[in-house]
Structure formats: C-alpha cells, structure tokens
C-alpha cells in the first residue's frame, strides 16, 4: 500500500499564496495520475487539478490561472502552488495518488487551508 502524506496547509490573507506538498512512499513504475482535491464543510469533494506521469495538466476553471501543479520524481512529491489566494478557496485539500490499473488510487489526510483576513 501507498502512503501519501500532504503538508503545507495554513491560514492565508486573500491575494496570498501557499505551496502544498504531497509526498508518497515509493516511486511509481506504471502510467499514472496524482490529483488535488479539496472539500468545504456541507460541500462535495472536488477535483482541483491533476497531473499525469506523461506531464498533462488540468485545473478547474475556478483555479485556472491561480494554482499551478508539479512534481519531483527523485522526491516522491507533488506539489500545488496556489497564488492569490481568495475566501472560497478555504477547504481541506486532499492528496490521490492513482497508477491507471487502480480505480480509486491512494488518498492522503488531507491539509486545510483557511484564507481570512
């Protein structure tokens, strides 16, 4: 089993910015797709943005333009950059590791993110 830990979260003034991480336990030999995702209180949990093992991305449209996605193979991480920053961006963001072969992927604990003046 994956081990998937994410780190980063905190509290943000709106307009600032935050660096999530998402480390895993192992490297990933097979096609692969690592996503962020996020939850509000009463709300869904939402795909934020993805990146595959061949470098595509994807965002949702709320994000487009604001958070930018990543990895470092040699360090196991993937990362989302998240710049101006805004109210309803406050959530709990959550890590999916997911080799193709696999349906739902590996999840971490989540880190919240909380923008308020």
């Known amino acids: 089993q994956v081990q998937v830990v994410e780190s980063g979260g905190g509290l943000v003034q709106p307009g600032g910015s935050l660096r999530l991480s998402c480390a895993h336990s192992?490297?990933?030999?097979?096609?692969?797709?690592m996503g962020w995702y996020r939850q509000a209180p009463g709300k869904q949990r939402e795909l934020v943005s993805s990146i595959t093992s061949g470098g595509t991305t994807t965002y949702a449209d709320s994000v487009k333009g604001r958070f930018t996605i990543s990895r470092d193979n040699a360090k196991n991480t993937v990362y989302l950059q998240m710049n101006s920053l805004k109210p309803e961006d406050t959530a709990v963001y959550y890590c999916n590791v997911r080799p193709v072969y696999l349906i739902n992927g590996y999840w971490g604990q989540g880190t919240q993110v909380t923008v308020s003046s």
């Open positions: 192992g490297r990933i030999f097979s096609t692969y797709v």
